[in-house]
């Protein structure tokens, strides 16, 4: 269900992050990368703007995702890493 949907990645540089963007550029849909380090207002924007419906966090980051959800409706989908 995940085809040619924009999907954000969020989380430190990993095997997981890496096997992820792979998997979603190598056919799947559109890898949408979002810096952990973004004041929240600026991720949700920035979701927002990229049309972004599911995104795909690690763990450290859920604490951030957390903060961002409510500021953006787009994200219907959380997988995490």
Known sequence: GFKDKHIALLGETSY???????????GVGVAVPIDKELPAETMAKQLEFA????MICS???????KK???LCECIK???IM
């Open 77 to 79: 989908t959380v997988i």
């Open 68 to 70: 961002v959800l409510p």
């Open 16 to 26: 997981e992050w890496i096997s992820a963007y792979l998997a979603i550029t190598g």
């Open 59 to 65: 763990l450290r980051s859920l604490r951030k995702l």
């Open 51 to 54: 049309e972004c419906d599911t």
